[in-house]
């Protein structure tokens, strides 16, 4: 069965250090992998997304992602945090079901402090 | 600019009672869902649709039941509802088939008491 693993549920960093937000997924071949935030009282937005293109995955408001095969994993980072930034984050993977049917993990909390 | 709105904001329910939790979205996409979002559980998908009048069981459908009359409305109902369906409720949507983005909704935030 296909998983997503979010290592860490709060990440706290200073406003202007480096982001990294660690997932790893498990599944029995190369799936489809997704970042979205979720901003307070807001509803979930796409970051960024993996589809066996390019392994480093640029997204918006400078976060990137990479697709490292052989440690199963899908980090997301961003070398300088902005208070904007604090949020809820979601590593999510698409299941092949012939579907859109997506796999959530259980959220990172990014905290930062001025 | 892409839209997905949800009928409340809060609600506040009766054990028992019957809910409604409506979703419309503007972007004539083809498929909706709901999920559940729970602390330390991420969002969990109770009941998707990929066309009018079609719906499919998601991974927690018990104690839930949909209808999607119209392409533009997925509602779901909690036929009686019970203290441990207390959650914030989300709807998204995304057209055609194979993957692309799902929109979503800004969420209801339900507390059955």
């Known amino acids: 069965a296909q998983s997503v693993t979010q290592l860490d549920s709060h990440v706290s960093v200073s406003e202007g250090t480096p982001v990294l937000l660690r997932c790893n997924y498990s599944s029995s071949y190369s799936p489809s992998l997704f970042w979205y935030v979720q901003h307070p009282n807001k509803g979930l937005q796409l970051l960024l997304k993996y589809t066996s293109a390019a392994t480093l995955v640029k997204g918006i408001n400078g976060f990137e992602a990479e697709f490292k095969k052989s440690e199963t994993s899908f980090h997301l980072t961003k070398p300088s945090a902005h208070m904007s930034d604090a949020a809820e984050y979601f590593c999510v993977a698409l299941m092949n079901t012939g579907f859109q049917k997506l796999v959530f993990g259980t959220g990172t909390r990014l905290l930062v402090s001025p | 600019d892409v839209k997905v709105t949800q009928s409340s904001r809060y609600l506040v329910k009766r054990t028992g009672e019957k809910v409604f939790l409506e979703c419309v979205q503007d972007?004539?996409?083809?498929?909706m869902f709901w999920y559940r979002q729970d602390p330390g559980l991420g969002l969990r998908l109770i009941y998707f649709?990929?066309?009018?009048?079609?719906?499919e069981k998601g991974d927690i459908p018990e104690g839930y039941s949909v209808s999607r009359e119209k392409k533009e409305r997925f509602s779901l109902i909690l036929e009686s509802a019970s203290t441990n369906q207390t959650s914030m409720y989300l709807c998204?949507?995304?057209?055609?088939?194979?993957?692309?983005?799902?929109?979503f909704g800004p969420g209801t935030r339900l507390t059955v008491t």
């Open positions: 998204a949507s995304s057209r055609g088939t194979g993957y692309s983005e799902q929109y």
């Open positions: 649709s990929y066309d009018v009048k079609m719906k």
């Open positions: 972007m004539d996409h083809e498929n």
